[in-house]
């Protein structure tokens, strides 16, 4: 049986369980550290598997304007459409909403002694960036993601 004490424990170190979740195989999509870094390299596994941020205004994907879909580098998985893209000033690509909610999943993250919402891929685990509640209309909401975590999909020509 489980106490109060082994309970809260437990709940306070979700936020920090991410990586590990995503090695065990709780997501579609699971690899090995090292598979991850021969797949993606050392900046996109510093940003998908281990939480890093990239620096702002590095990333060739805030000046993306063509129609198309942003998906997960990992794995591939559709997460933002072109068509929610915005420009926030932050330094990020920025979106008012995922192309899907089941795309995405979110956590609480505690690190640098403020508390956000972190935002990474359902299907890989793969961190994408966090979540603030500054966007714009109709959601209110923005989606700061790295450019690292992302592949730009352009539309086909009709």
Known sequence: MIDRRSL????AALPF?????????????SYTPDEWRRRLGADAYAVLREEATERPFTSPLNKEKRAGTFACRGCDLPLFSSAHKFESGTGWPSFWRP???????????RSFMMVRTEVHCSRCGGHQGHVFDDGPK????RYCINGLSLK???AKAA
């Open 138 to 141: 109709p959601t209110g909401l």
């Open 99 to 109: 192309i899907s909610r089941e795309a995405i999943g979110t956590e609480v993250d």
């Open 8 to 11: 809260f424990a437990g709940i």
């Open 152 to 154: 730009f999909i352009p």
């Open 17 to 29: 369980a991410a990586p590990a979740l995503a090695a065990s195989g709780r997501y579609a999509i």
